[in-house]
């Protein structure tokens, strides 16, 4: 079973919305499993600290080593080989081929940082991965988290009721997905594009793969420049 462990001092947002849906009929079906561990309940003195202010001064506080450490090792104990995640803006990117490989293993455990970030020294100490979802800055790693575990969880084998879901989307080809329709035909004067409604399966998919390429090329230059050279120039849809 792919199982996921959440570090986090607000266990009580988890599963949260990994509770409805595909990812929350899964987890009632046993096809994942989750935990939290509140690195408060790991803390040595009577308050419960997890931070204290940062060395060299500065605003804010900073999430201690110590506790954070023994929050992780109960959440992982020596053994345990899934990855472990550190939600941070200052991570790489999250994509969808890094999903994959974790979906790939037994699960991951999921750091989650609050206030200035975490002790420097606990990334090397724990061996931890630092992800980002994206270049903006939350008030802590638990959507970040949420946001992981879905991207996630959608792709273990059963929670997606067609095959085919995983892999006719945005990312799955280094393109971003072609546009979908469905009926009614005719909107305010809109139509649906003749070629879909034509029966011509290889027509269709030449649309498909032609707008997704288009739809790259003009919202993203950083994938399309990636899968131009990927393809060796032999993208459609070039100036």
Same mark, same amino acid.
């Given at each position: 079973m792919w199982r996921?462990?959440?570090?986090?001092?607000? =266990? !009580? @947002?988890? =599963?949260?919305?990994?509770g409805l849906s595909l990812a929350g009929r899964a987890l009632a079906q046993g096809a994942w499993a989750l935990d939290t561990v509140d690195p408060r309940d790991h803390a040595t003195d009577r308050h419960r600290s997890v931070d204290d202010t940062p060395a060299g001064g500065g605003p804010g506080m900073v999430m201690r080593v110590d506790v954070l450490a023994r929050a992780i090792d109960a959440a992982a104990p020596q053994g345990d080989a899934r990855p472990r995640l550190? @939600?941070?803006p200052r991570g790489r990117p999250l994509t969808q081929q890094r999903v994959r490989e974790l979906v790939a293993g037994e699960g991951v455990v999921v750091v989650c940082g609050r206030f200035e970030g975490? !002790?420097?020294?606990?990334?090397a100490a724990r061996g931890l991965e630092e992800v980002s979802? &994206?270049?903006?800055?939350?008030?802590g790693g638990e959507i970040g988290a949420l946001v992981l575990l879905d991207a996630c969880v959608r792709l273990l084998d059963g929670v997606m009721g067609h095959p085919d879901s995983g892999t006719e989307e945005s990312f799955s080809a280094g393109l971003l997905e072609y546009p979908q329709f469905t009926r009614p035909?005719?909107?305010e004067g809109r139509e649906i594009p003749a070629v879909l409604t034509s029966? !011509?399966? &290889?027509?269709?998919?030449?649309?498909?793969?032609?707008q997704a390429e288009a739809t790259t090329r003009a919202r993203r230059p950083d994938l399309w420049a990636a899968y131009a050279q990927a393809h060796d120039g032999s993208a459609t849809n070039k100036e």
């Open positions: 996921a462990s959440v570090v986090t001092i607000f =266990p !009580d @947002m988890f =599963p949260g919305p990994l550190l @939600m941070t975490v !002790d420097e020294r606990l990334v979802v &994206a270049d903006v800055v939350l008030s035909q005719s909107f029966g !011509d399966h &290889a027509k269709v998919a030449r649309w498909r793969h032609e």
